[in-house]
């Protein structure tokens, strides 16, 4: 539920952003006061296109933001099918226009495999948003801990829940 709450947001020049990416409609009251319905159709990050369609009575001017992930080298922004420009990642792109009914922005992340080094030699394989890794047994435990008195209705925690493995997980 956390996730899918945060996939849309209001911005400060009264458009929307969309910051976290999944398969979704927002429908917002952007510009002044206009209504608008902005469809998300995507597969990401299994995929990486990630696909806008605005729905709207008649033309409206507002920005839309788009998160560009860090990890993304350079991504292709389209409106419409015609390119619009290129961004690189670790930040937010903004496409201000006349919106119109039907019209669609199609944002391109392309995901490149890389690897990055971790904890006793070990690799973790990645691509664009998505780490690969081996599946280990997993053997649970509590840590007990002294924790403050409570207060009138504070819970108190005492502890909490660490996960460990016995597998062997440093290798690539």
Not at 111 to 132: C, D, H, Q
């Amino acid at each position: 539920p956390k996730f899918a709450q945060h996939l849309w947001f209001a911005t400060a020049d009264r458009g929307l952003a969309a910051l976290a990416y999944g398969p979704s409609t927002v429908t917002a009251q952007v510009a002044d006061g206009s209504e608008v319905t902005v469809t998300e159709e995507t597969s990401y990050p299994f995929e990486d296109t990630i696909r806008f369609v605005v729905s709207t009575r008649s033309p409206v001017t507002f920005p839309l933001h788009l998160r560009i992930p860090g990890w993304c080298r350079e991504a292709t922004l389209l409106v419409n099918g015609a390119a619009e420009r290129t961004a690189t990642g670790g930040r937010v792109e903004i496409v201000a226009r006349s919106w119109r009914d039907g019209d669609r922005v199609e944002l391109r992340l392309p995901m490149t495999i890389r690897n990055s080094k971790w904890f006793e030699n070990s690799v973790a394989v990645e691509r664009g948003p998505l780490v690969y890794a081996l599946r280990l047994s997993e053997q649970w435990t509590e840590v007990k801990r002294p924790g403050p008195e409570g207060t009138a209705g504070l819970p108190v925690h005492r502890g909490y829940q660490e996960v460990r493995t016995s597998d062997p997980w440093n290798f690539a």
